[in-house]
C-alpha cells in the first residue's frame, strides 16, 4: 500500500483493470489460474454452464483484465434477495494487487442492482487471505460447516447484511473508486 493510502486510510486502487461478463473465450486462461489456485479447480464444463445459467440471468460472472490479459475472474449466484458469492480469484502472480477487491466491489454493486439484501459464500478456514479481503466488505462469519471441503476441512460461512442503502454504497465507493457505479471514478477524456 502507498504511504498515500496508508495516510488517506484508503486501499489503493487497482490500476488498469477492466472488469467485463466472462465468456467462453477466457476460459482457458482461467483455467490456468484456476488449477493454481484451488485443490479442487472447477472443470472448463462447470464453467461453461455457470455462463450459460449468466446467460439466463441466474448467475453473474466477470473477468478481470489488464493490458489485455485476463488477472482475475469472480461469479455469484443470485436467490431471491441474496447473492451468493461462488469463486473469486486472482492469478496468483497479481495477488495483493486490488484485483480481489476490485471484482468482490463488482460483484456487490451487481448484488444491490438486482435489489439483493445480502451477500454470502464459504471460505476455507484455512484461507487467510480470502477472509481478510470479505472482512473489508463487511463480511462477517455466521457459522461453520464442517469438513465442508474434500470432506476434511471446514467451511466458514460468512454474511455481509444490509448491502442495499446508503451507508453500504459509501463503503463500496471507498473501497473501489475505480468501480463504474463509484461516483469517485475518475472521468477520461
Ligand atoms: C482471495 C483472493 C481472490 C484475493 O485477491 P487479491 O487480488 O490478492 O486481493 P487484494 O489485493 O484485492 O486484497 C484485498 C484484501 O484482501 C486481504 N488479503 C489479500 N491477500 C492477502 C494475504 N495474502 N494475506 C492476508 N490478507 C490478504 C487484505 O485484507 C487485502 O487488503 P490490503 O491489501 O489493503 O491489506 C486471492 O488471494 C486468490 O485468488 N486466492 C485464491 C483463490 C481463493 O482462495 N478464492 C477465495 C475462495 S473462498
Redesign the pocket.
Given at each position: 500500500?502507498s504511504v498515500l493510502?496508508r495516510l488517506l486510510n484508503r486501499?489503493?486502487p487497482?490500476r488498469g483493470l477492466v472488469i467485463e461478463p466472462m465468456r467462453r473465450r477466457d476460459l482457458t486462461a482461467i483455467q490456468v489460474?484456476e488449477r493454481q489456485?484451488?485443490p479442487q479447480p472447477w472443470s472448463l464444463n462447470v464453467f461453461a454452464n455457470e455462463i450459460e445459467m449468466a446467460r439466463q440471468g441466474q448467475r453473474y460472472y466477470v473477468c478481470a483484465h489488464r493490458a489485455g490479459q485476463l488477472v482475475?475472474y469472480?461469479g455469484m449466484m443470485i436467490v431471491a434477495d441474496e447473492g451468493h458469492?461462488t469463486?473469486?480469484?486472482?492469478?496468483?502472480n497479481?495477488?495483493?494487487?486490488?484485483?480481489?477487491?476490485?471484482?468482490?466491489a463488482d460483484l456487490a454493486w451487481e448484488a444491490r442492482r438486482c435489489r439483493c439484501t445480502g451477500l454470502t459464500?464459504?471460505?476455507?478456514l484455512s484461507?487467510?487471505?480470502?477472509?481478510?479481503?470479505?472482512?473489508?466488505f463487511g463480511f462477517e462469519p455466521a457459522g461453520i460447516r464442517q469438513r465442508y471441503y474434500e470432506n476434511v476441512e471446514d467451511a466458514i460461512v460468512m454474511w455481509c447484511h444490509d448491502i442495499g442503502g446508503a451507508e453500504y454504497a459509501r463503503r463500496l465507493t471507498q473501497l473501489s473508486p475505480q468501480s463504474p457505479q463509484s461516483p469517485l471514478r475518475p472521468v477520461h477524456r
Open positions: 500500500m493510502s486501499p489503493p487497482a489460474i489456485v484451488y482475475g469472480a458469492i469463486n473469486i480469484a486472482a492469478d496468483p497479481r495477488q495483493r494487487e486490488g484485483i480481489g477487491r476490485r471484482l468482490l459464500l464459504e471460505v476455507r484461507n487467510v487471505a480470502a477472509q481478510g479481503l470479505y472482512h473489508q
